[in-house]
């Protein structure tokens, strides 16, 4: 079945890259590209509806999170669907809660953004980024040290045996921040359980055991 998707990206270079890719996952697609805001509107606005944006957050005519808010007011069918280098969980987290259908970071490669594409069109919520600390490890360190503040945090609560819904109280959350900063540490310490977390933060020397305070 035939379907519309615009990739809005003011980088020519990333919408080329962007529409292969959908080429080859979407063959009978029909794939326009814009480079402002101003061009998403006047694309969305006009013709049949349009299935997927392919946004960035970084990107001409957008001023503020709203936008994100207000595409989602106008266009209700449409899986919007942002892909940026912003990293910090925060903004990510506003983005998803403004209405966006999911989060792919442009550092992810080109499986894994052709993968959580295609999860995000069948209907799931996906947020899948790697921040560069992620990959710039240094090798002489434990797997906890690898670990941001803000994630020694929720793992110290974690061993303390809090919920998702605690940890978000204590720090001043979402859970939904909480849930995406517990996948990333279990995928940082290679463990597969919050339990498997605990008992490596419990036995680790090197790390502060006070939960949710952050090292000095």
Same mark, same amino acid.
């Given at each position: ?33 814009? %480079? ?13 509806? #349009? ?31 942002? #892909? ?6 925060? #903004? ?6 403004? %209405?966006?259908? %999911? ?19 069948? %209907?799931?919520?996906?947020? +899948? ?35 998702? +819904? ?20 279990? +995928? ?24 949710? +305070?952050?090292?000095?």
């Amino acid at each position: 079945m035939t379907c519309r998707v615009i990739v809005a990206d003011d980088h020519p270079l990333f919408r080329e890259g962007m529409l292969r890719t959908i080429e080859r996952l979407l063959p009978t697609a029909i794939i326009e590209q814009a %480079g402002n805001l101003e061009e998403v509107l006047s694309l969305a606005r006009s013709g049949a509806e #349009v299935d997927s944006l392919i946004l960035d957050l970084r990107f001409p005519g957008i001023k503020s999170l709203d936008v994100i808010k207000q595409l989602r007011q106008e266009f209700k069918r449409t899986s919007i669907i942002v #892909v940026s280098m912003v990293e910090d969980i925060d #903004v990510i987290d506003q983005v998803m809660a403004l %209405g966006a259908d %999911g989060f792919i970071g442009k550092n992810i490669d080109p499986a894994g953004i052709a993968e959580a594409l295609m999860a995000i069109r069948e %209907g799931e919520v996906v947020v +899948k980024y790697q921040t560069e600390n992620s990959i710039l490890v240094d090798v002489e360190s434990t797997a906890l040290s690898q670990l941001t503040a803000r994630q020694r945090q929720v793992l110290g609560l974690i061993a303390a045996g809090k919920t998702n +819904k605690e940890i978000a109280k204590e720090l001043g959350i979402s859970p939904f921040t909480v849930r995406i900063h517990v996948s990333s540490l279990l +995928k940082a310490l290679d463990v597969p359980t919050r339990a498997a977390a605990a008992a490596q933060f419990a036995n680790d020397p090197s790390v502060d055991k006070w939960p949710g +305070k952050c090292r000095t």
